[in-house]
């Protein structure tokens, strides 16, 4: 009896123990099992995923409208069927940061770094004139010079007034004001928009063969055009600033001029991706055809002396010619060209013996 | 202060252009020119839904960044307007505008623009209220009368909601609570069911 208790006691004990044992590896287990379900439960769920194709068809909607998909409207029009473009906000971005801004400090840069020149140098000085003049531009090409030039500055004022016009202006006249002026600028714009691109094409197309690169314009170029000193450069009838300048208005100008005219005809039916692609290019070509007028303008004014004469007068002083464009001045004296007019009008003073 | 919105309840429009003929009328838009419009987008297939869209009286508003004039201005309503005094009819508004909502009427030949015409959330402008000046521009100037837009008063369903943004966002809320996540109308996975 007392035997068979004792050997229940001992089953007993051991039972317990391997309870112990077995429910320990359990909790291990299971402690590092349980936290894996996890992925067990994402993987299920792409997999039902995967299994259907069809996502959430409302999502898909509003994704439809954010990207700007196209659908039906009974109100006619440009773009009706279209509920939100995105182009806006990127043209809104571009015209009024880089556009507005930096095109305001390019300017500015360039005006003061004239001056700045100007007044260290005091400007390119002829030297002592001869006194005999050579026919440097004919009256055609200074009426299609003054024509166009006054146009373009017309357009330059009004255009750069919807520019900046509102961080300038409208502080100085007011918003009625400035409402008024703008009001009247941009029909102006508009309208002789047409009148100076007649003239911009003509123009081109007629000094087209002064602007033919040659070789003798990179030592031009190197030289700074002899503005920095260090002498006269080669040049022709046209040096190479001013064949950078032309060929800069045949691209940036022309570019400018055709993205003008799909602005200024909105009845093309240029949608509004497209007028925002034409707004920033006009934006960015004016501004760099402004630019280049600026130092053109102060280059052929108080920037050299005797350069003014010939556009205002048709005629140049021979010791201009001479300095500025010896290669020209060359082929005149050889006789080819225009060598009939050397010495032709107005000349005040005799002929002075060269130097 | 209330701050104006509109929100437009795709799951309820029914494209009945209500909201585009109340307009309309309210305010008597010259020919052409809609402030409002409706959109459908998967016209005629499963998913099909429409929208009422016009100006959104955004916050940062685009059309007012870029105009050069500066003739828009927000109200302490939160709604945008402007001042057709100043317009010179650029279009820079509409280039901006996410929605399309600056119309212009066509006044002169080549697509010459006259000044720009857009939703005013039935506010008027910045003549004196309800005055014949003010109605002439811009139309009715219901908010001074203590009335909301036509288009969403009108709307039959109820899509187009209008009118204080916390209270409108509320109805909206209580409708999405209610609703369920896809469409629940009777019969649609009979009617649309994969073949």
Known sequence: MTERRENSKATRATGRRRMYIWSLVLMIAGSMALPLTGYVAVGVLQAQEAASDDSNPRADYWREVRGGVAGYSAVTGQETGVLIQNGGQNWRQVRNGPVATYGAWVILAIIAALAVYHLLTGGYKMGERTGRKILRWPSIDRALHWYTAILFIILAITGLSLLWGRAVLIPVLGKEGFAAWAGLAKPLHDYLALFFTAGFVVALLKWMHHNWFKSYDMEWLLKGGGYLGGGHPPAGFANAGHKLLYWTLVFAGGAMVVSGLFLLFPNWGTERAGMQLANSIHGITSLICVGFICLHIYLATIGSEGSLEGMLHGYVDEQYAKNHHPLWYEEVMAGEGQAESVGGAPSPAPAAPEK | ?195
């Open chain 2, 1 to 195: 202060m209330a701050r104006m919105k509109f929100l437009c309840d795709a799951e309820r429009c029914i494209e009945c252009n209500g909201c585009v003929t109340a307009c309309k009328n309210e305010n008597e838009v010259p020919w052409g020119v809609n402030r409002r419009r409706v959109v459908t987008l998967d016209d005629g297939i499963p998913g099909e839904k429409s929208i009422s869209v016009a100006c959104m009286h955004c916050t940062d508003a685009p059309c007012a960044a870029v105009c050069p004039v500066d003739c828009f201005y927000t109200t302490d309503d939160g709604v945008v307007l402007h001042d057709k005094d100043l317009c010179i009819g650029c279009g820079y508004c509409f280039y901006a505008c996410p929605f399309g909502a600056p119309q212009y009427p066509q006044k002169e030949a080549f697509g010459v623009r006259g000044k720009m015409d857009k939703c005013t959330f039935c506010a008027g402008g910045p003549e004196e209220d309800n005055s014949a000046a003010e109605f002439e521009k811009y139309g009715s100037n219901r908010l001074a009368q203590g009335k909301l837009p036509m288009c969403a008063e009108m709307c039959a369903t109820k899509a187009l909601l209008g009118g204080d943004g916390d209270v409108v966002s509320d109805i909206y809320r209580e409708r999405i609570t209610k609703r369920g996540g896809r469409p629940d109308t009777w019969g649609w996975d009979t009617a649309y069911k994969k073949a």
